[in-house]
C-alpha cells in the first residue's frame, strides 16, 4: 500500500461510514480474558464510536518503513492450516462467528507480550470502491468493486491517576477517582490490504507505535510475516558497506556524492507514494559511481547478502537524513541543508586535508554578524 491507498482506508474510519461490525477483548496482566466485547453500533453513542474510530486510525497514520510495513504472506501460510488461511476466515465471517472470533483473540493472547492490561480492538467494514473516470475524479455512483476487511488494534490499558478535575457543568473542581482509560495502540494491522485500490488477500499493512518496540511476535508469530530490518539497523548496515566497500576510496567528495544521489532517488519517487527500495543491485550501482574500487565489488553481492539478507531491501529514506548533511568531529559538529551540500569543499594545503566553508555576510558566530573579507 502506498500513502494514498492509507489515505483512502483511513478516512473511511469513522463513524457512519463503512464499518459494520465492532468487536474487543480486554486482557489483564496475567494474559487472562477479563471480557469479550459485544458492542452493538446502533446502541452506540456517537462520541463512544468517535472514540473507537479515533483509536482505530491511529493503526493507518505514521511513516511507511518506520510505523507502517507492508508484508506478504509466505505461500505455506495460504495453505490450509496457514495462518493468512485464519485471516481469510475470520475476515469472511464479518465477526459473527464467535467461535473463530475467540479462536483469534485467544491466539493474540497467546502470541502478545504485554505486562499491562490491554484491549484487543477489532472491526469489519465493507467499502464500495469508487470507479475513477479519465481525469482520475472518483465517480460515487459508480463502483466495480467491494473492500471487505479487517482491522486490528492492541491498547494497552492504564490507570489514570486520581486528582482534581474540572466538571464544565457544575462549574467547579470535582475529584475524580482512579479509571483505568484505553491508550492508543502499540501495535496493530489492516487484512487484505487496499493495492490498486483492490483487495489484496495475499499481503496485509502491519503498524508498530514505535521502532524499538515492533512486537514482532504479533508480525511472525501471529500473522506469520517478516517484519523488514529495523530502520537503525538497516543505517548501520549502510554504513559499514560504504565505509568497507569504499576503502582508502572513503572521502569528504566520495561520501557527499553518495547521500547526494540517495537524495536523488527519493526525490525521483517522491510522488509515488511508496518508500524507495534500494535493490542489491542498485547499491552496487551507487558504490561504484562514487569511489569503489572495481576489484572490491567483485565480492559485494556475496558481502550484501551476508550482512543484509539475500533479496531483501534497504530503504533509501532509512539510510540517510534528507534534510542535511552532518560533519561532525570530536571537537567540532557541522550540519548543512542538504541542497545547500554542494557549498562544502575540501582542499590540500600543505599536505593536510581541510573543509572549506564560504564566509558570508550572513554568517554569524555565536550571535555575532561576521563581514565577508575582500581584497582591495
Same mark, same amino acid.
Given at each position: 500500500?502506498?500513502?494514498?491507498?492509507?489515505?483512502?482506508?483511513?478516512?473511511?474510519?469513522?463513524?457512519?461510514?463503512?464499518?459494520?461490525?465492532?468487536?474487543?477483548?480486554?486482557?489483564?496482566?496475567?494474559?487472562?480474558?477479563?471480557?469479550?466485547?459485544?458492542?452493538? &453500533?446502533?446502541?452506540?453513542?456517537?462520541?463512544?464510536?468517535?472514540? =473507537?474510530?479515533?483509536?482505530? /486510525?491511529?493503526?493507518?497514520?505514521?511513516?511507511?518503513?518506520?510505523?507502517?510495513?507492508?508484508?506478504?504472506?509466505?505461500?505455506?501460510?495460504?495453505?490450509?492450516?496457514?495462518?493468512?488461511?485464519?485471516?481469510?476466515?475470520?475476515?469472511?465471517?464479518?465477526?459473527?462467528?464467535?467461535?473463530?472470533?475467540?479462536?483469534?483473540?485467544?491466539?493474540?493472547?497467546?502470541?502478545?507480550?504485554? !505486562?499491562?492490561?490491554?484491549?484487543?480492538?477489532?472491526?469489519?467494514?465493507?467499502?464500495?470502491? $469508487?470507479?475513477?473516470?479519465?481525469?482520475?475524479?472518483? +465517480?460515487?455512483?459508480?463502483?466495480?468493486?467491494?473492500? $471487505?476487511?479487517?482491522?486490528?488494534?492492541?491498547?494497552?490499558?492504564? @490507570?489514570?491517576?486520581?486528582?482534581?478535575?474540572?466538571?464544565?457543568?457544575?462549574?467547579?473542581?470535582?475529584?475524580?477517582? +482512579?479509571?483505568?482509560?484505553?491508550?492508543?495502540?502499540?501495535?496493530?494491522?489492516?487484512?487484505?490490504?487496499? %493495492?490498486?485500490?483492490?483487495?489484496?488477500?495475499?499481503?496485509?499493512?502491519?503498524?508498530?507505535?514505535?521502532?524499538? !518496540?515492533?512486537?514482532?511476535?504479533?508480525?511472525?508469530?501471529?500473522?506469520?510475516?517478516?517484519?523488514?530490518? $529495523?530502520?537503525?539497523?538497516?543505517?548501520?548496515?549502510?554504513?559499514?558497506?560504504?565505509?568497507?566497500?569504499?576503502?582508502?576510496?572513503?572521502?569528504?567528495? %566520495? #561520501?557527499?556524492?553518495?547521500?547526494?544521489?540517495?537524495?536523488? &532517488?527519493?526525490?525521483? %519517487?517522491?510522488?509515488?507514494?511508496?518508500?524507495?527500495?534500494? !535493490?542489491?543491485? !542498485?547499491?552496487?550501482? &551507487? @558504490?561504484?559511481?562514487?569511489?569503489?574500487?572495481?576489484?572490491?565489488?567483485?565480492?559485494?553481492?556475496?558481502? =550484501?547478502?551476508?550482512?543484509?539478507?539475500?533479496? #531483501?531491501?534497504? +530503504?533509501?529514506?532509512?539510510?540517510?537524513?534528507?534534510?542535511?548533511?552532518?560533519?561532525?568531529?570530536?571537537?567540532?559538529?557541522?550540519? *548543512?541543508?542538504?541542497?545547500?551540500?554542494?557549498?562544502?569543499?575540501?582542499? *590540500?594545503?600543505?599536505?593536510?586535508?581541510?573543509?572549506?566553508?564560504? *564566509?558570508?555576510?550572513?554568517?554569524?558566530?555565536?550571535?555575532?554578524?561576521?563581514?565577508?573579507? /575582500?581584497?582591495?
Amino acid at each position: 500500500m502506498d500513502k494514498k491507498a492509507i489515505s483512502e482506508i483511513r478516512k473511511l474510519i469513522k463513524p457512519d461510514s463503512c464499518i459494520d461490525r465492532i468487536r474487543g477483548c480486554y486482557v489483564n496482566e496475567e494474559g487472562k480474558v477479563i471480557q469479550e466485547l459485544h458492542d452493538s &453500533l446502533a446502541s452506540m453513542e456517537k462520541e463512544s464510536l468517535e472514540k =473507537y474510530c479515533e483509536i482505530l /486510525r491511529s493503526a493507518l497514520s505514521g511513516k511507511l518503513g518506520r510505523n507502517l510495513f507492508n508484508m506478504e504472506f509466505p505461500i505455506s501460510e495460504e495453505m490450509d492450516g496457514g495462518r493468512q488461511q485464519a485471516l481469510y476466515k475470520l475476515q469472511q465471517s464479518g465477526l459473527r462467528d464467535d467461535g473463530v472470533l475467540t479462536e483469534f483473540f485467544e491466539s493474540v493472547v497467546k502470541h502478545f507480550h504485554s !505486562e499491562s492490561k490491554y484491549l484487543i480492538l477489532l472491526i469489519h467494514g465493507v467499502y464500495d470502491i $469508487p470507479s475513477k473516470g479519465t481525469d482520475n475524479a472518483e +465517480m460515487e455512483d459508480a463502483s466495480d468493486y467491494v473492500y $471487505p476487511f479487517l482491522l486490528c488494534c492492541i491498547c494497552p490499558v492504564i @490507570l489514570m491517576k486520581e486528582g482534581l478535575c474540572y466538571d464544565e457543568e457544575a462549574c467547579t473542581f470535582l475529584d475524580r477517582r +482512579m479509571d483505568w482509560a484505553v491508550q492508543k495502540p502499540v501495535s496493530g494491522f489492516l487484512f487484505p490490504a487496499f %493495492n490498486d485500490r483492490m483487495p489484496d488477500i495475499h499481503s496485509l499493512l502491519y503498524y508498530c507505535r514505535k521502532q524499538d !518496540e515492533r512486537h514482532e511476535e504479533i508480525s511472525s508469530d501471529l500473522l506469520g510475516c517478516v517484519l523488514p530490518i $529495523p530502520e537503525a539497523d538497516q543505517k548501520e548496515l549502510f554504513k559499514s558497506m560504504v565505509e568497507q566497500t569504499l576503502g582508502r576510496g572513503c572521502n569528504f567528495e %566520495n #561520501v557527499k556524492n553518495l547521500n547526494d544521489a540517495v537524495n536523488e &532517488l527519493i526525490e525521483q %519517487n517522491k510522488d509515488s507514494g511508496e518508500p524507495v527500495q534500494i !535493490e542489491k543491485a !542498485e547499491m552496487r550501482r &551507487l @558504490l561504484s559511481e562514487n569511489g569503489a574500487d572495481q576489484s572490491v565489488l567483485s565480492d559485494f553481492d556475496a558481502a =550484501y547478502d551476508e550482512a543484509v539478507g539475500e533479496g #531483501v531491501p534497504l +530503504m533509501a529514506e532509512n539510510l540517510i537524513d534528507t534534510s542535511k548533511l552532518e560533519v561532525k568531529s570530536p571537537s567540532l559538529k557541522i550540519s *548543512v541543508k542538504a541542497e545547500m551540500a554542494d557549498m562544502l569543499k575540501t582542499r *590540500v594545503i600543505d599536505g593536510m586535508e581541510y573543509l572549506l566553508i564560504p *564566509v558570508t555576510d550572513e554568517l554569524e558566530v555565536n550571535g555575532i554578524r561576521i563581514l565577508q573579507t /575582500r581584497n582591495h
